[in-house]
């Protein structure tokens, strides 16, 4: 009887499994890529708009301080079409903001899964009529809610309409799959929604980043390599990052990568994929891009190491370390792949060469990330860090740039809580008597232009204010209340009394050009009225449809609005009702 005999050499066996090793480390980073290519998506929940889906943002694709949680929906470019419920549900949310999602609906299915709909134009009439009625009982137009009673909707039924409410920047509906559980979003394109996708995602560089003043090409400055073919220098250490975006089929809109993989000389080095988020952890996505090109630029470029103070569950590491560093001579090969959810992938490789003999640059003593620090400012004021502020070890200063300026930490770098900075007022200013309220911190453009302003507080001759960002600051005072203007069609010739003829809104415009509106509220003959307030269009409107005027009467209106400072402007007028 004869015995079994390997086919392979003891070399062959030993390839073929560190290829099965190398295999599942593929797999394991990469599954769900692969299961999407196969078309082994979940299925159970259906469209929500009545029209072909087309995309204008993905789930994990960078926004300002987040990741996009969902699915823009683009809507034709109009306002008004159906809302379809994504699932069997019960609605277990209803919110109304000026700002953020605008109206907004979230649907608890009994597979516990909410779908969140955002950035309508209205809901179903039995929610609308509901929001209204808390809206009136809690004399707020911006509502939370949490109806206790069952609004139940099944699969298919309009929960209400497309519309561009809250920070929409054009008409569109946001729509998100969320875990009803832990509240945590999931990326919608893992159920099996009608989008064609037959685009490879777009892998444009490979970003190399210098290491305690490492040269790259020579210079020890950031080196986007375009160009894979070519061959890089490099003279110590070095970290990377990719840059990449992707498209679909029906649309040039730009959207996030799922999945990104790194090999070094052939071996999984690291990766990581986007297919669940958390929204504690939002402001890491500062950590997960480079930021100093995506601050500045806008460009998405993803890092292929993870910052200490990084905290997203998304990688994968390989326990190699993430930084390359090659003797004069050595070269290596680098080799990125990214995928989308459809299963369509880009790949390409940079070979890199260790340059002339380098010594290491030690930079100037950094604050550890995880522990808090105090900074005096070098003429007058201080800054403050809470401890794991930042997501690296960090240097931070507080400057004045000639006499009303200050320049606070450097521009391009992230920060994850809030500084507090401590400023002098302007010497014109300083003494006893000057104003106790009003002060706000602004970064302008050269020209004038806003950027951003932050109220402060007054402190022993000291402005107090907090801040993420870093950048030149102004103490100004803030004393002129926001303006508040009657739309051109009520006036009328006497401009004595507002006319409604033909009208079935009561319309004003409200707007404050420096610490912005914080509050805005109307009266009917000295009730409070809903005011709805759209801050893209600076305006208000009270709905005759609300009924809480009296028909055929001059009525006395009243509307007050407040800025972020305290400042109050009243309008006081009549208006005649038909």
Not at 364 to 383: H, I, N, R, T
């Amino acid at each position: 009887m004869s015995s079994f005999r390997p086919i392979f050499s003891d070399s062959l066996l030993l390839n073929a499994l560190r290829f099965f090793v190398g295999l599942c480390f593929w797999v394991c980073s990469a599954g769900l890529v692969w299961s999407q290519s196969l078309g082994l998506q979940r299925e159970g929940l259906s469209s929500p708009l009545p029209i072909p889906l087309v995309l204008a943002g993905n789930f994990g694709e960078l926004r300002t301080d987040h990741f996009h949680t969902g699915l823009d929906f683009k809507t034709q470019g109009r306002e008004g079409i159906p809302v379809l419920a994504a699932s069997d549900g019960v609605i277990s949310r209803m919110k109304v903001s000026p700002f953020g999602y605008g109206r907004a609906l979230y649907l608890n299915s009994p597979e516990g899964l909410t779908t969140v709909y955002a950035h309508l134009q209205r809901f179903h009439p039995t929610l609308e009529q509901w929001v209204l009625e808390e809206q009136y009982r809690l004399q707020r137009f911006a509502v939370n809610l949490y109806p206790k009673r069952a609004f139940r909707f099944e699969q298919g039924d309009t929960l209400g309409w497309s519309g561009n409410s809250g920070g929409s920047s054009g008409p569109h509906l946001h729509f998100e799959v969320r875990e009803t559980a832990s509240e945590k979003p999931l990326n919608p394109l893992l159920w099996d929604f009608p989008i064609e996708d037959h685009r490879a995602p777009q892998l444009d560089a490979l970003w190399f980043l210098p290491v305690n003043g490492a040269q790259i090409q020579g210079k020890d400055a950031p080196f986007r390599a375009k160009h894979s073919r070519d061959t890089i220098s490099v003279s110590g250490s070095i970290r990377l990052a990719v840059e990449a975006l992707d498209r679909l089929d029906a649309a040039n809109n730009t959207c996030g990568v799922f999945s990104m993989e790194a090999q070094l000389n052939g071996e999984p080095w690291f990766s990581w994929q986007l297919d669940t988020l958390d929204f504690s952890l939002k402001l890491d996505m500062n950590a997960h891009a480079y930021f100093p090109i995506w601050d500045e630029q806008g460009v998405q470029v993803y890092r292929l190491h993870r910052l200490p103070g990084n905290r997203l569950p998304v990688y994968k590491e390989s326990g190699l370390s993430p930084e390359l560093s090659l003797s004069p001579g050595a070269s290596a090969t680098i080799t990125v792949r990214i995928h989308d959810i459809h299963g369509n992938r880009s790949e390409r490789e940079w070979i890199v060469k260790g340059g002339d003999v380098y010594y290491e640059c030690m930079p100037p003593a950094l604050f550890p990330y995880d522990k808090s620090c105090f900074v005096l400012g070098l003429e007058g004021g201080s800054v403050s860090a809470p401890a794991d502020a930042f997501y690296d070890d960090f240097w931070l200063c507080l400057e004045r740039e000639g006499e009303e300026h200050w320049s606070l930490g450097s521009v391009g770098q992230a920060v994850r809580k809030k500084l507090t900075v401590r400023i002098p007022l302007p010497a014109s200013d300083s003494s006893e008597v000057a104003p106790q309220r009003g002060w706000v911190a602004t970064m302008r453009e050269k020209e004038g232009e806003l950027n951003a302003v932050y109220s402060a507080s007054l402190s022993e001759g000291e402005a107090v204010f907090a801040t993420r960002t870093f950048g030149t600051y102004a103490l100004e005072l803030d004393t002129i209340p926001p303006v508040i203007e009657p739309n051109r069609v009520h006036l009328s010739a006497s401009g004595s009394v507002l006319r409604m003829s033909g009208r079935s809104e009561l319309r004003f415009s409200v707007s404050d050009d420096l610490s912005g509106l914080e509050e805005v509220n109307g009266y009917i003959d000295g009730s409070w009225v809903l005011f709805r307030w759209d801050p893209k269009q600076e305006r208000i409107w009270y709905e005759l449809s609300d009924e809480k005027h009296r028909s055929g009467a001059e009525v006395r209106v009243e509307i007050t609005a407040k800025d972020a400072v305290g400042n109050v402007m009243k309008w006081d007028g009549i208006v005649a009702f038909p």
